[in-house]
């Protein structure tokens, strides 16, 4: 792999057109994404793809673009240029919650729980489509009784996930009372009460206790053999991304600069430049 | 409190327990046990000012009536800014349009200004749906706009508003189908039709003259006969005032609803932090705008209730922003968030603040034997020199209410934000959800952690689980 830079590029733009032909096993395909702040390329032509079914690593230095493309998939930032593909629908510049809606959930690098809210409220909030999100249902007599009955089946739901979490002694606590671990378990276990097709998952184990992280890693694993969830995640734990991965994606300065299963991955020498050899 | 017979050797620290445990427990005892206090303050007054008996009853009504208007008000505020975090400093502009567009539907054609004599559920209806409408006209832009600009153009409006009811150019004009209509200008409408509350006591109610109707005699008489109060005025006040507070409590039930809901939670989770709403499905615009629109609705009606039935004419001075700056004080008192601290701090805003600055003057000329002169402030602060305070006194007195008002809310505003900045019930956990989210966990769970739990959750007393 010591090609020059530009046939490494025109090999990644094969790669993404190739991908695209089979696109029926693609869940997400990102293609040429741009995103520019003022006269800074955060994200600099990023083609990518993720697989059905797949548990798909991102990975890359500090700055090398990743939280700025989960921001532009999920909608958070509108891509300066480039498409993004979910499902086999045009996503790019649509609304978060449109996003969400579509079946495509994340989690923020740094947890965002809704501090004054319960526990408990906050894994309620999750789920899609709650009857009781209509006004007038939530108000008229009978049309609250189908509201009750809903919230009754949801709240089981939540203390199933709460347990699962390990984190159902703190049910009644308010979410900004938690810890830093804590609230990434909150945050995975909200993400996932929406029901989601996909979800990515941006370094959801920062802090957590290396038990619970086999724990979650398990959940994921089996989530995504049974039900067939699909998972991008961004981590730095290069053992959890070469142990669970596969593909690994690594971005360098807002570019893919690499794509391939971990042990590729891994012997790749580019990827150690991008690491340990530019950067220092 | 009486002893019931039977001997009890609790000590009274015992019985003040748990008496405050009801309070902790049960809102409506919470409030009732506040307004039995303000009852009481203003009957006191009324007693040291030597009222008479009609003179007492006419103070109830009145305490009923601020009570009521102002929790109305306050709790549609808390809709939207407790809950949802709309930062709606544009109250005074959404009640105006409210009680102006009924004040218009229900106006007499023939009267001056003409309206368009619609009965009077038409003209309240009509007020609901105009002030959400102009909510609605509110929200669109400014919900695309960061937090803040919502606060700017609500404030903006409001005064648009008020200055739109002024102008002479709308005084009196003609729809282009030929139907006059007008707002009066500076004058405002006078001529709508009065209370309906007066329709249980009057044959006509626009004239008390005109005679009263079978309960009105029977009511009337039983007054007369038994208390020996003459003034049917009276009577028909507080009558209005108790009809108020029936209002409040259906609002309050549906407020109560509203955030006792999934709709609610969604509300909360704004608040809190509107990308995680939006990153979950979220759409958070959609909610915000509903919600605006309810609250206006809500800020339209207590307009019609207040300054369009309580007062029974409308001006457009009625609406300046300091309403605004009353309600938010409200509201800050009483605890963002909290639909029962809504109508405590509508309540304590309104007894303490609004009325009782009225009396205090009066209070103390009579208890002091203070003159309440001179009317000019250098006349007031010159006899400082020579050591003469009574003279700053009489001028404070002479003053009134406004001065004195705006005292007092500085003092407790003061206060409140270096003691309890989360207001009397800011601090209290009402969870949003239909239903009590602690029950339905049945493993490991201690008993001793149910009961704590229930006691947190059950903060909206049995409206929720209806």
Redesign the interface.
């Known amino acids: 792999m010591s090609n020059t830079g530009a046939e490494i590029e025109r090999d990644e733009r094969d790669a993404a057109t190739a991908a695209a032909d089979d696109a029926d096993d693609q869940l997400l395909r990102v293609g040429n994404l741009r995103k520019e702040f003022g006269g800074i390329t955060a994200v600099d032509g990023a083609s990518f793809a993720v697989a059905d079914g797949s548990l798909t690593g991102l990975i890359g230095p500090n700055g090398a673009g990743k939280s700025t493309t989960f921001n532009c998939i999920?909608?958070?930032h509108e891509p300066t240029a480039g498409e993004i593909n979910f499902n086999g629908e045009d996503i790019a510049g649509l609304?978060?919650?449109?996003v969400?809606?579509r079946g495509l959930?994340?989690t923020?690098q740094i947890a965002?729980e809704?501090?004054?809210?319960?526990v408990?409220?906050n894994l309620?909030?999750?789920p899609?489509r709650?009857?009781?999100?209509?006004?007038y249902r939530?108000?008229l007599?009978t049309f609250?009784n189908g509201?009750?009955e809903e919230?009754?089946e949801l709240?089981?739901a939540?203390?199933e996930s709460l347990?699962f979490f390990e984190i159902?002694h703190l049910?009644?606590d308010?979410a900004g009372t938690l810890s830093g671990g804590q609230r990434k378990l909150l945050e995975m276990a909200?993400?996932l009460m929406?029901d989601p097709d996909m979800l990515l998952l941006d370094e959801p184990f920062a802090g957590v206790n290396p038990t619970l992280e086999t724990k979650l890693l398990d959940r994921i694993n089996q989530l995504r053999d049974e039900e067939g969830l699909t998972f991008l995640l961004v981590e730095h734990d290069m053992d959890i991304i070469m142990e669970h991965c596969d593909p690994v994606i690594v971005m360098h300065q807002g570019r893919v600069l690499a794509e391939g299963p971990p042990e590729e991955i891994r012997n790749n020498e580019r990827v150690v430049d991008a690491y340990f050899g530019d950067d220092i | 409190m009486s002893p019931d017979g039977s001997p009890t050797d609790r000590l009274p620290t015992d019985r003040l327990d748990g008496f405050r445990e009801l309070l902790e427990r049960s809102d409506a005892a919470l409030v009732l046990t506040a307004m039995a206090a303000f009852y009481l303050l203003f009957l006191s007054i009324g007693a040291i000012l030597n009222y008479d008996l009609a003179g007492l009853i006419s103070i109830l009504g009145q305490v009923t009536f601020f009570t009521a208007v102002y929790a109305l008000v306050v709790l549609a505020l808390n809709l939207q800014w407790g809950y949802a975090g709309l930062f709606n400093i544009g109250i005074a502009g959404f009640m105006a349009v409210g009680v102006y567009t009924m004040a218009m539907l229900t106006a007499p054609p023939t009267g001056s200004p003409p309206g368009l004599g619609l009965p009077i559920s038409v003209g309240i209806v009509g007020g609901m749906v105009a002030a959400a409408l102009i909510g609605l006209v509110t929200a669109l832009p400014a919900l695309r706009l960061r937090a803040d600009y919502l606060a700017i153009v609500t404030v903006a409006i409001s005064e648009i508003i008020r200055l739109t009811y002024n102008s002479p150019a709308f005084s009196t004009f003609t729809l282009p189908g030929g139907i006059a209509l007008g707002t009066g200008g500076a004058n405002g409408i006078g001529n709508f039709p009065s209370n309906p509350v007066r329709a249980i006591y009057f044959t006509d109610p626009s004239s008390a003259a005109s005679g009263t109707t079978p309960i009105g005699t029977a009511v009337f008489g039983f007054f007369e006969n038994v208390l020996g109060v003459f003034r049917s005025a009276v009577i028909v006040d507080l009558t209005y005032g108790l009809v108020l507070a029936v209002v409040v409590v259906l609002v309050y039930t549906l407020l109560a609803r509203v955030g006792n809901s999934p709709f609610g939670r969604v509300l909360k989770a704004i608040r809190e932090d509107e990308v995680v709403a939006k990153s979950l499905g979220k759409d958070t615009n959609r909610f915000k705008i509903k919600t605006f629109m309810l609250g206006c609705a809500l800020m339209g009606l207590a307009g019609v209730l207040w300054q369009g039935f309580g007062t029974g004419a409308v001006y457009p001075q009625a609406f300046r922003p300091e309403l605004t700056f009353y309600i938010f004080i409200a509201v800050i008192i009483g605890g963002a968030g909290s639909n029962t601290g809504s109508v405590l701090g509508g309540a304590v805003f309104a007894n303490l603040l609004f009325l009782l600055p009225q009396y205090l003057p009066n209070i103390i000329e009579q208890t002091f034997a203070i003159e309440a002169d001179p009317n000019n402030f250098i006349a007031a602060i010159g006899p400082i020199a020579a050591g003469e305070i009574a003279p700053l006194l009489g001028y404070v007195l002479n003053q009134r209410l406004p001065a004195l008002r705006f005292v007092f809310v500085g003092v407790l505003l003061v206060y409140l934000m270096q003691n309890r900045p989360e207001g009397l019930l800011g601090h209290r956990t009402e969870t949003a959800a239909a239903v009590d989210l602690s029950e339905g966990h049945t493993p490991g769970t201690g008993p001793s952690q149910a009961a704590d739990a229930s006691g947190a959750a059950g903060g909206e007393g049995g409206v929720d689980d209806e």
Request: hydrophobic residues 40%; aromatic residues 4%.
């Open positions: 999920t909608g958070i609304a978060p919650n449109a969400a809606d959930v994340r923020f965002r809704l501090a004054e809210m319960t408990l409220e309620m909030l999750a899609k709650q009857q009781g999100e209509s006004l939530s108000v007599p609250r509201v009750i919230e009754t709240r089981e939540v203390w347990e159902d049910a009644e308010r909200r993400a929406t």
